[in-house]
């Protein structure tokens, strides 16, 4: 007597992740126009109607791997800023190129994070993560300044700046736009962004 079939099951929390694994390598293959949930599906290897157990429709599936990557974002952040030496500017600095590091290794998803309108970004976990990891960057303020984002608008001028010069550096690099030698060696570009990124950081 044969022993019954088992179909393949996954646990709860690895077919989730499996499906935000597999949104991620579709989304930077394919882009967001080709995205879709049977893509996912079929690169996860599961049935097109699996992703239903965990996502209403492909929008859902890029609102967490959107916060998942809004997680990375913070993560890259402060792993920067944990192994910097000196004091409050250089982790700033370090935070900084934390975050271009973050975005040139992911284009797609950092695009996904910030230039699309797919992900729900009022509703959590991705409005929890994107707060997380903006919180780095108005805690940085607030220490090197003492100026509180929420409450001192000078504040708010500085974190701008801060975010602005570290956003465009990170779509300058990944579009290529800055005509650097294919060869740079890594520690000379770190130290070349390193030094871009001083220039925004702020003073009391």
Not at 34 to 61: E, I, Q, T
Request: charged content about 25%; glycine content about 8%.
């Amino acid at each position: 007597m044969k022993p019954p079939q088992t179909r393949k099951t996954y646990h709860h929390g690895d077919l989730r992740q499996t499906l935000i694994a597999a949104a991620e390598a579709e989304l930077a293959e394919k882009g967001l126009e080709a995205f879709s949930l049977r893509g996912c599906a079929k690169r996860a290897g599961v049935s097109h109607a699996a992703p239903a157990h965990h996502f209403k429709d492909a929008d859902a599936l890029l609102s967490a791997l959107a916060a998942e990557g809004f997680d990375r974002l913070r993560a890259s952040m402060t792993t920067a800023m944990a192994g910097a030496e000196g004091g409050l500017e250089e982790k700033y600095v370090a935070s900084g190129v934390g975050y271009v590091d973050f975005a040139c290794a992911n284009p797609a998803l950092f695009h996904l994070m910030f230039g699309s309108r797919r992900p729900d970004h009022e509703r959590p976990p991705l409005s929890d993560a994107g707060s997380e990891a903006f919180a780095v960057l108005t805690g940085n303020i607030l220490a090197m300044t003492g100026r509180d984002y929420a409450t001192d608008p000078a504040a708010g001028e500085d974190v701008i700046a801060a975010w602005a010069m570290v956003h465009g550096l990170s779509e300058l690099l990944i579009g290529g736009k800055l005509h650097l030698p294919a060869d740079m060696p890594r520690q000379a570009l770190e130290a070349l962004i390193s030094a871009v990124i001083r220039r925004s950081a702020p003073r009391r």
